[in-house]
């Protein structure tokens, strides 16, 4: 029996409407469960009615759509393998094109002449003819009139009919609406089309009753906002372009409240927990190793030390985001933070993804502490702490041995890996925990670290050298508050980078020339590479290896007589942290890696990198690279060598890289290149956008209008008890696993 019109709410599940079972399940597959996510599953394009087809030959490569008659189709064997492919031929009244379909027998039944049909696809020629081959098509009914509403919109609308279900013929309802002066046109896949898509929103908005609005008069007027349930109507059912732009505006601004909603609700309630208040004690542990510090701190280090203290010394647990320029000297501001909590008698833990960063945060805290990190052993300073590293990978005895001095208390600081978030690790007393480069973690895990205080909240620092456009640290970030180090330490020298163009043997010749200058004058030289080597590449254009790259280096040329080692991910872990010791004391010369040294290596005398395949990385990834070098006396050089031909969007990217080295200006180049992705949950790791209108790279201040105003809301109302329809707005907007996401983030 189906629902009664006005019966259907937003938060409705699909199933339980008039759909079809398995028009529901198809819908499923696109993540649209509910009424409401159905309804804001955006058109990707409008079609208005007058619209007609190019009168002029297309081109090659651009994409085509048609209606006309079939006047040719038979089955053509194949030359050089066994089979057969259908080859119909198609005019539109103008001219003629040959359509290709491969193992498609079945279709020549239905393929007659002098049947309808549209089709849509990338047009090829071959001998001045048209071709198209495997184009997405539809059988038209005999009672089409394409005057209607002009044939190029009825074309798209039908030509991306599925090829599993060739016997679907348009509905009369379905003529009816495509008569419309606009038609919505929606992303479809093979399984689920643009026209099943819009008859189920059209279905199921015939049943939904008005909806309650998030926001009163008063907020819509002064944003010039229409209601969200106008808006919900006409972003599918638009008479004009108007129409259009007005129910984006109120759709954007819904999910951008939504999002902030939800954090907000997250970033007060966090200040309702109990956490150690971490006061300074004059003469600790931070105030002797501000003594020791050759150098003074930046004003910016200083600044950002203010604001983690004042946090830390409050009775609620603090939520930061510390972000910065490569050697911008985070590592120092959390380090001071820490050993305020040490000094206050608590634990700290540093959580690192990789047992190379890890390692190599080890060291980096040993030298700077020195004697302050020999708690319990000759030479110890007053108060002294121990720094203890924990790895999946430790042997046993020193494995108990670590475990004995975290639960007991003796290790003030904690450096580890994953393994830290094993059940059997416990924490004689956690008051903070810093999470470096928080993006190769999963939410749960770090929430696990998080949860290892016995009896308050650990205070919780997130860290992260790649800097992130405002607009993405308000969605992904906004329930921390955020601090920002841009300027360098004094000394920091200057890197200079280059594109080298690998079609070029001079130039490459003349790369490896450098390097051995570099080494010749005592100094380190990086070559990274985007895989291994024991692998396949699956990336279409050969790829250089760590492993290829070694022994080429190895063998012959300008560096064949040097010191080289190599470093992967896939080493076993005693290995990488041999070669990686070897090359920080100067043992190696030129050390050939994958990625593996992209964040937390701080070599000094390490002066130039030589990136292999640079078009493989992300804009974001080659900043964090070079960021390793130019670390000590000399400046750096980072030369990407690349096969990206000029004028290719790759190429155009390495040269944005070469000409900047602002972090933040090639994070919002990367972001252009990558699009927003997804950007809340588990789906971070893929797939489509949870915002299907709202855009992190245009839309800040519609973001941060939202921001203010959950802010505001939530502060006077936590639970939202008092505004049913934001309340209902979130839910309808944000997934469960969305909201599971917000709620540990």
């Not at 030390?305 to 320029?325: K, S, T």
């Not at 308000?474 to 200079?496: A, H, N, Y």
């Not at 992190?696 to 936590?718: F, K, N």
């Amino acid at each position: 029996m189906s629902p009664s019109p006005g019966t259907l709410t937003l938060t409705t599940e699909l199933s339980s409407t008039a759909l079809d079972p398995a028009l529901v399940g198809k819908l499923a597959d696109l993540e649209l469960v509910t009424v409401g996510e159905l309804l804001r599953y955006v058109p990707r394009r409008y079609l208005a009615r007058g619209d007609t087809a190019d009168t002029e030959a297309p081109e090659a490569g651009s994409w085509v759509n048609l209606v006309g008659h079939v006047t040719r189709a038979e089955m053509i064997p194949m030359k050089r393998k066994p089979g057969s492919f259908l080859k119909v031929v198609v005019n539109d009244g103008r001219r003629n094109y040959e359509v290709t379909f491969f193992n498609a027998r079945w279709m020549k039944k239905r393929l007659l002449p002098g049947t309808k049909m549209a089709l849509a696809g990338t047009v090829k020629y071959f001998r001045d003819q048209i071709q198209l081959t495997h184009p997405e098509w539809l059988i038209l009914p005999d009672a089409f009139d394409e005057s209607v509403t002009g044939s190029s919109m009825l074309t798209e609308l039908y030509a991306e009919q599925s090829q599993s279900d060739p016997g679907h013929v348009a509905t009369a309802e379905d003529l009816d609406h495509f008569s419309r002066e606009i038609v919505p046109m929606y992303p479809a896949t093979k399984n689920v089309q643009t026209w099943e898509i819009w008859r189920a929103i059209r279905t199921v908005l015939d049943q939904l009753g008005p909806t309650d609005d998030a926001l009163t008069d008063e907020q819509r007027t002064v944003r010039g906002l229409m209601t969200s349930d106008e808006a919900i109507r006409k972003i599918h059912l638009p008479d004009t372009q108007a129409e259009i732009a007005a129910a984006t505006r109120r759709l954007k601004f819904d999910e951008a409240l939504a999002v902030q909603t939800a954090l907000a609700q997250n970033r007060i309630a966090a200040g309702t927990e109990s956490a150690h208040a971490c006061p300074h004690v004059p003469g600790g542990l931070e105030d002797q190793l501000l003594a020791s510090l050759p150098f003074e701190l930046t004003d910016g280090q200083r600044a950002v030390v203010a604001e983690i203290a004042e946090d830390i010394g409050r009775v609620h647990p603090m939520n930061r985001l510390l972000q910065g320029e490569v050697g911008s000297g985070k590592t120092l501001v959390s380090l001071l933070a820490m050993l305020r909590v040490v000094d206050n008698g608590h634990q700290c833990a540093i959580l690192a993804p990789t047992e190379v960063l890890a390692a190599q945060h080890h060291r980096t805290v040993l030298t700077m502490l020195g004697p302050l990190a020999l708690g319990g052993q000759l030479g110890a300073a007053d108060g002294a702490t121990q720094v203890a590293l924990l790895t999946g990978s430790q042997r046993t005895a020193d494995r108990r041995q670590t475990l004995l001095d975290i639960v007991t208390g003796q290790a003030g600081i904690v450096i580890g890996t994953h393994a830290l978030l094993e059940e059997n690790v416990e924490f004689f007393d956690l008051g903070m925990v810093v999470v470096d480069e928080q993006h190769r973690f999963g939410v749960e895990q770090r929430d696990v670290l998080r949860a290892k205080g016995r009896v308050n909240r650990p205070h919780f620092l997130v860290m992260t050298a790649t800097p992130i456009p405002r607009t993405v640290a308000m969605i992904t970030f906004g329930d921390l508050e955020t601090s920002t180090l841009v300027e360098l330490p004094r000394g920091r020298q200057p890197i200079t980078t280059n594109v080298v163009p690998m079609s070029k043997p001079v130039w490459v010749e003349r790369v490896w020339e450098r390097a051995a200058e570099e080494v010749a004058q005592g100094r380190q030289v990086y070559v990274v590479c985007t895989r291994i080597g024991d692998e396949k590449s699956n990336q279409g254009a050969p790829e250089i290896s760590v492993l290829d790259q070694f022994e080429e280096l190895t063998a012959a040329g300008p560096l064949s007589g040097r010191t080289i080692d190599f470093l992967h991910g896939r080493m076993p872990a005693e290995e990488k942290t041999e070669v990686m010791d070897r090359f920080t004391r100067g043992e190696v010369d030129v050390l050939v890696s994958t990625t593996v040294i992209e964040v937390g290596v701080d070599v000094p005398n390490a002066t130039m990198m030589v990136i292999v395949n640079a078009e493989r990385f992300g804009v974001s990834q080659l900043h964090q690279l070079r960021g390793r070098v130019g670390r000590g006396r000399h400046a750096g050089l980072c030369l990407l060598m690349t096969t990206a031909a000029d004028g290719t969007g790759a190429r155009a990217r390495l040269d944005a890289v070469a000409r900047s080295t602002d972090g933040f200006e090639l994070a919002r180049i990367d972001l252009e290149a990558r699009r927003e992705g997804d950007v809340l949950g588990a789906a971070q790791s893929g797939g489509a956008s949870s915002l299907h209108f709202l855009s992190l790279l245009d839309d800040a201040d519609v973001i941060e209008d939202a921001r203010e105003l959950a802010t505001q809301i939530v502060l006077a109302d936590l639970p939202l008890a008092e505004h049913p329809a934001l309340d209902a707005l979130v839910d309808s907007i944000l997934l469960p696993s969305k909201l599971g996401y917000l709620d540990k983030s």
